[in-house]
């Protein structure tokens, strides 16, 4: 249809929103329907958190704020990023939207240019290549594999570099994959980095809370501070606070790029809810024990999950290192037919017909730019996390 813009043409909507809503209106038919297709934590929002909103609401913090955040919650980014991540920023330096996604999306329409080039791993988060299309720049993907831990290799991103090239977007510990760089893994790809002094980093840190085992998380500036002049650190309260809903996300950067964001915003959304932001206050300055309670209730669950799916013929899945996510290879059962006679050549036929004869709804791969894989959320609890894994191994035990 002409009346729409032809950028918009070239994006797709969201594949793991269209998943959950499908799931949904299952469900609404009466069908018995798990569903593990959402990145959101199940758990709520701890009770501090609501009560600091509460308290905004009763003071009247009810009214616009400036466009990327009340100095309260800059101040305590600052604070969370020297803390946590040996990063030193200025207020004037932090810039506050609506959700990471806003801080991501700010970013990208910032900078790009038409024939920008933007370097993304694959498997990526399926957000990222369609906003650089919207931003008129093209994406670049740069390919991992199950065999190299769907890991970015120094060679790969080496290859992937052209004078074009504006931004690499890294994300680690990774949705759709789990999987996490150690510093000497980061530091391998700062060193390729360093040698191209105009390729900028936009580093999403969404899942720094949720890593297993000991991992140690860390951020491209902090392994190599002589990229902080052109790094862009991301980060949000969304998943690690289980704040999903209330759409606070942050970032610290050079100054004239946070100045360029904010631009953006205040003709955008103006700012983000003055309320949330009074949230988030509280979720980086208050009790933070929680956070490695939950993560040791992920960890149980992506154990249970990983030995499972592992038990399914055809299936291979890896243990990752982080999220809340895990990305099995179904290579195994592609050129079946399934139990209720679907033909699966594809993980999107494995992900339709798991969803139609078993009730488990998953995203499949060519979603996030690898395949065959599935992306199971282990965002649910033990017992549907069983039922779950029970229902998958049933259905690949059927097919012939
Ligand atoms: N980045 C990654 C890798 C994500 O998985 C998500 C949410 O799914 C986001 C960013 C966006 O987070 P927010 O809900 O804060 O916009």
Redesign the pocket.
Same mark, same amino acid.
């Given at each position: 249809m002409t009346f729409l813009s032809e950028t918009l043409s070239r994006v797709k909507p969201s594949p793991t929103v269209a998943v959950t809503q499908l799931a949904r209106e299952l469900r609404a038919a009466g069908r018995d329907v798990i569903a593990l297709g959402a *990145?959101e934590p199940d758990f709520d929002t701890p009770d501090n958190i609501k009560r600091a909103a509460i308290a905004a609401i009763e003071r009247g913090e009810t009214k616009y704020t400036a466009p990327d955040g009340i100095p309260e919650l800059k101040q305590a980014i600052c604070d969370k990023f020297s803390r946590e991540n040996g990063l030193t920023y200025a207020p004037a330096q932090i810039s506050v939207s609506t *959700? +990471?996604?806003?801080v991501?999306y700010n970013a990208l329409m910032a900078t790009l240019n038409p024939g920008d080039e933007v370097l993304i791993p694959a498997p990526y988060?399926v957000s990222y290549p369609d906003m650089v299309r919207m931003g008129g720049a093209e994406p670049v993907i740069v390919e991992t594999s199950l065999e190299t831990g769907f890991k970015v290799s120094a060679e790969a991103l080496e290859a992937a570099i052209t004078p074009r090239t504006k931004w690499l977007i890294f994300?680690s510990p990774?949705?759709p994959t789990g999987a996490g760089y150690s510093r000497g893994e980061l530091k391998a790809l700062t060193d390729v980095l360093m040698r191209h002094p105009h390729v900028w980093v936009m580093t999403?840190d969404?899942?720094e809370h949720l890593a297993y085992d000991g991992f140690a998380f860390c951020t491209p500036a902090e392994v190599e501070p002589g990229l902080y002049p052109r790094t862009l650190t991301v980060n +949000?309260v969304?998943?690690a606070y289980a704040m999903?809903g209330w759409?606070? *996300?942050y970032a610290g950067g050079p100054e004239d790029l946070i100045a360029a964001m904010r631009k953006v915003q205040s003709q955008s959304t103006t700012n983000p809810c003055s309320i949330s932001q009074w949230a988030a206050v509280e979720a980086l300055t208050g009790p933070q024990d929680f956070l490695a309670t939950r993560a040791e209730a992920f960890r149980r669950r992506r154990d249970l999950v990983v030995d499972a799916l592992n038990a399914c013929p055809g299936v291979t899945c890896p243990l990752p290192e982080g999220a809340f996510y895990v990305y099995p290879s179904v290579a195994g059962c592609l050129g079946t037919t399934s139990p209720g006679g679907k033909r699966i050549e594809t993980d999107e036929d494995f992900a339709t017909a798991l969803l139609e004869e078993s009730g488990v709804a998953v995203v499949f791969g060519a979603a996030f730019g690898l395949s065959p894989h599935i992306r199971i959320s282990y965002a649910a609890s033990e017992e549907a996390l069983t039922e779950a894994c029970a229902r998958i191994r049933t259905f690949c035990e059927g097919l012939v």
């Open positions: *990145g *959700g +990471g996604k806003q991501l988060w994300n990774s949705n999403d969404m899942y +949000g969304s998943k999903t759409r606070i *996300g």
